[in-house]
């Protein structure tokens, strides 16, 4: 079941204090994950090549790679929660999660 549960809830193993949490189906969490896999590869990347003193114009691009990649991520991320929890609180009567999306889309748009 998708939704947003309203109690905080401490991750013991990386100390992140979650406001809210959402259940995620191993599907969506294995493409979640995959994609900050190769993400993080990037970066590991580009470290490697400034340490590697590479040409900064080569840097430069494998920045705007990792860049494009986060951002493609977000879009995912956002779609989805539009469809499951946004869909399912306002049918609910929750206005609110349409006003946090709201806030959200104005901070991406920065």
Known sequence: MSGTQDHVSIDAEKNCPCIRTKER????????????????????GIRGMVEKNAYCVD???QV?????ALNAFNKELLSTHIRTCVT???????TE????LVEVLQRLMK
Not at 88 to 94: E, H, R, Y
Request: aromatic share 0%.
């Open 25 to 44: 189906s191993e599907e969506e969490l294995k493409a979640l994950l995959n994609r900050l896999s190769r993400i993080e590869g990037q970066v590991r």
């Open 59 to 61: 840097i430069i691009t």
């Open 64 to 68: 705007a790679a990792v860049t494009a």
């Open 88 to 94: 399912q609180d306002l049918q609910k009567g929750k």
């Open 97 to 100: 999660t349409a006003e946090e």
